[in-house]
């Protein structure tokens, strides 16, 4: 069983660069793929970055796509996601997500089986 707890989030000027930072429980991290995902007020969830479990592959939304960078530390049990170039339309509470169950790095909420509380990440412009 995971435990996912985000932090870095907060308020950032358009064009400011935070990190997210997902911390993970449990001794088997490593074979864990993980996501992240997003939620903007009065809309869906959406993808934003995976990695796979060794993190020599990773995988974006077209929208984070060359600004977004998503990383892990296997031996911090923590999963990043380094964000630049921040714009308005970032704005929204960023969930981290575990994959316990499977190896490939996907785009659907329904692939990850444990969730994070979330972090919110404000951008002002």
């Known amino acids: 069983q995971a435990q996912l707890v985000e932090s870095g989030g907060g308020l950032v000027q358009a064009g400011g660069s935070p990190r997210l930072s997902c911390a993970a429980s449990?001794?088997?991290?490593?074979?864990?793929?993980m996501g992240w995902f997003r939620q903007a007020p009065g809309k869906e969830r959406e993808f934003v970055a995976a990695i796979s479990r060794s993190g020599a592959n990773t995988y974006y939304a077209d929208s984070v796509k060359g600004r977004f960078t998503i990383s892990r530390d296997n031996a911090k049990n923590t999963v990043y996601l380094q964000m630049n170039s921040l714009k308005p339309e970032d704005t929204a509470v960023y969930y981290c997500?575990?994959?316990?169950?499977?190896?490939?790095?996907?785009?659907?909420?329904?692939?990850?089986?444990?969730w994070g509380q979330g972090t919110q990440v404000t951008v002002s412009s």
């Open positions: 997500a575990a994959n316990t169950l499977g190896w490939a790095i996907g785009a659907r909420s329904s692939e990850y089986d444990y």
């Open positions: 449990g001794r088997t991290f490593s074979s864990y793929t």
